[in-house]
């Protein structure tokens, strides 16, 4: 092995973690700030993460019934107004539209023509979805429905930060209907179920699952599940949501449908959804102080070829032997798909082009020069272990050893992760404890070893209201094989609240 010169973003994550994230989203050409504040324009890597994240899922809502559909962007004011407590939720965050034309006036453009009646711009679609169900579903025999889409919400974000609160960001946001409790409280534990998969499989995301305190809940929901990621900063970050919304939402859109009896019924309704924050999450897991390290399961391409071209009639031997070799890898399979290869043509020597691939974070850079291509040798390195430096071999042996390689990169970084998490994942019997062990909430979470705090909870809304205050809230409640004291009330309980600072 051949030792890699020291290069990294800067800051480093010791040094000013928050500049890091932002400098790794830079470096790796993920996105960048849009002209209207709190928005941004996510650049082609970056969509290309986001493109695999939602082929998985979206691979796994079908295996599971749900079908695709679309709805508007635009909602009529007074669908939120029927759900009171839905809306409360999401008032301060709420867009709205209030006029139709602009009139050229003076060289001006001014607003014009107010609408008869404001539309709010999709901050979820709860109503609207309601309001179509109401339609679709008459009988029993039109149950269950299962449907999802993939769309953009927006919410009037106050503190954006690229990724992980915008104003406009793209999800996908699930909606079904069931003649029973038990059928709808099914689905809301077997769509977290799937959340949960994806995020520890592709995204090699160790997670936590739970359920919402009251306080914390989706406005409306009768029960909120969610999954919860550590990132390296100790912060925690909700990754997934899967709502029981039991009737609340059925009643207030007129959803009724008749049963095998002739009697009328209301439907119990969920929602579910997960978004671009996922990206956020791989950078704040995997991350290093070189850029992003991506897991091959989600890398838009799994290896990037890099000819050394130096203007020289080898230039294009050098060139038909990267074809050769990205045509080898492309007919081999991984995960049941074929092997995602690029061939990076920019003209120049192999290590510019080399860092470029480093800080995006693609699991396996490959580098072929005049003399590689003489010597018949393919000189790699693994993104994960940049580190260990450059490894060489044969074509033949390269080709084969790679399905196993990314297999190899996947489960390192996903066993890695693990272990940061789980170094950072404590007990605590007391309030006191527990904000000992979460710190202040400074900027020195990367190295001062905050996390999560994990204690027997069983206390009030106005109890948790007042430890959110400090700046810890309580991610998720969570089973535990046996009772004990709660640590504001002393009475026996079987939760255990997961307490962090989050994102």
Not at 144 to 162: F, G, S, Y
Not at 296 to 316: K, N
Not at 324 to 343: D, F, K, M, P, Y
Not at 356 to 371: F, H, N, Q, S, T
């Amino acid at each position: 092995m051949t030792q890699t010169k020291a290069t990294s973003v800067t800051p480093t994550r010791a040094d000013d973690y928050a500049g890091w994230y932002q400098a790794v989203v830079r470096a790796a050409d993920l996105a960048e700030p849009a002209p209207v504040r709190g928005c941004m324009t996510i650049k082609p890597w970056g969509y290309g993460i986001w493109e695999r994240i939602q082929a998985i899922l979206d691979r796994r809502f079908k295996e599971t019934g749900h079908r695709n559909c679309y709805f508007p962007l635009f909602i009529p004011l007074q669908y939120l107004q029927a759900e009171a407590e839905h809306v409360e939720g999401f008032a301060a965050e709420v867009a709205m539209v209030t006029h139709h034309r602009l009139a050229n006036v003076g060289g001006r453009l001014q607003v014009d023509a107010p609408l008869e009646e404001p539309l709010v711009v999709r901050p979820t679609s709860e109503t609207i979805v309601g309001e179509a169900f109401s339609r679709w579903i008459q009988s029993h025999r039109d149950l269950p429905v299962l449907i999802n889409q993939w769309a953009n919400v927006v919410r009037w974000e106050k503190r954006p930060r690229i990724f992980l609160r915008t104003s406009e960001f793209l999800w996908q946001e699930g909606h079904t209907a069931h003649a029973t409790e038990a059928e709808a409280v099914e689905e809301t534990g077997r769509m977290l179920g799937i959340y949960r998969e994806v995020a520890e499989d592709a995204l090699a995301l160790p997670v936590i699952a739970g359920r919402k305190t009251r306080r914390e809940k989706f406005p409306g929901a009768v029960t909120t599940l969610c999954i919860e990621a550590m990132m390296q900063d100790g912060r925690a970050l909700q990754s997934g949501t899967s709502h029981f919304l039991g009737q609340n939402f059925a009643r207030a859109a007129g959803i009724r449908f008749t049963d095998a009896d002739g009697a009328i019924r209301l439907p119990h309704t969920t929602s579910w959804g997960a978004s671009t924050r996922l990206i956020g999450a791989l950078i704040m897991t995997h991350g290093d102080d070189d850029g992003l390290r991506l897991p091959p399961a989600v890398a838009p391409d799994q290896v990037a070829i890099l000819p050394v071209l130096r203007g020289t009639p080898e230039d294009a031997a050098v060139l038909a032997r990267c074809d050769e070799i990205a045509g080898r890898l492309r007919r081999e399979s991984w995960r049941g798909e074929a092997v995602r290869v690029t061939i990076d043509r920019r003209p120049g020597s192999g290590s510019a082009k080399r860092w470029d691939w480093v800080r995006k974070g693609v699991p396996v850079i490959v580098e072929l020069g005049a003399r590689d291509l003489a010597g018949g040798k393919v000189i790699a390195w693994r993104r994960d272990r940049l580190r260990d430096g450059k490894a060489e071999a044969g074509l033949d042996e390269f080709v084969a050893a790679l399905p196993g390689r990314l297999s190899e990169i996947q489960a390192a970084l996903a066993a890695e992760a693990r272990g940061w998490r789980d170094t950072r994942l404590r007990d605590a019997a007391t309030l006191d404890e527990a904000r000992a062990l979460l710190g202040d909430g400074g900027a020195e979470g990367y190295r001062s070893g905050a996390g999560f705090v994990r204690l027997p909870w069983s206390g009030s809304e106005a109890e948790e209201a007042a430890l959110a205050e400090t700046g810890v809230t309580i991610r998720c409640l969570v089973p535990a094989e046996g009772p004990a004291p709660c640590a504001v009330t002393g009475v026996a309980t079987t939760d255990r609240a997961i307490l962090a600072r989050a994102y």
